[in-house]
């Protein structure tokens, strides 16, 4: 069982930064894939960006490369996302996800069925 809270979400200005954390609780967090998605009004909850157990592996969305990074710490059983360059087309609920399998391969990180645990979400919105 893995127990997940966001955290770090806000009102920022185009333009500007934020970071997103997630902690984690539960002993298998760290056999874990751990993904972000986020769900805009009115839209279906898409794949942000995804990370390996160990964290040497790393998968975004395309609409994100270069500009958010997905990162973890084991050792503090939390999960981060660094968001830099943010626009208006960024706000959304952002969400964090635990895959329990452990499982890395790109074709199955972007679906939410692949992931067993949620958290509640954390706002973002950005103003133009």
């Known amino acids: 069982q893995v127990q997940l809270v966001e955290s770090g979400g806000g009102l920022v200005q185009a333009g500007g930064s934020l970071r997103l954390s997630c902690a984690a609780s539960?002993?298998?967090?760290?056999?874990?894939?751990m993904g972000w998605f986020r769900q805009a009004p009115g839209k279906e909850r898409e794949f942000v960006a995804a990370?390996?157990?160990?964290?040497?592996?790393?998968y975004y969305a395309d609409s994100v490369k270069g500009r958010l990074t997905i990162s973890r710490d084991n050792a503090k059983n939390t999960v981060y996302l660094q968001m830099n360059s943010l626009k208006p087309a960024d706000t959304a609920d952002y969400y964090c996800?635990?895959?329990?399998?452990?499982?890395?391969?790109?074709?199955?990180?972007?679906?939410?069925?692949?992931?067993?645990?949620w958290g509640q979400g954390t706002q973002v919105t950005v103003s133009s």
């Open positions: 996800a635990a895959r329990s399998d452990g499982a890395f391969t790109t074709n199955s990180l972007t679906a939410p069925m692949k992931y067993d645990y």
């Open positions: 539960g002993r298998t967090f760290r056999r874990c894939t």
């Open positions: 990370i390996s157990w160990s964290g040497a592996g790393t």
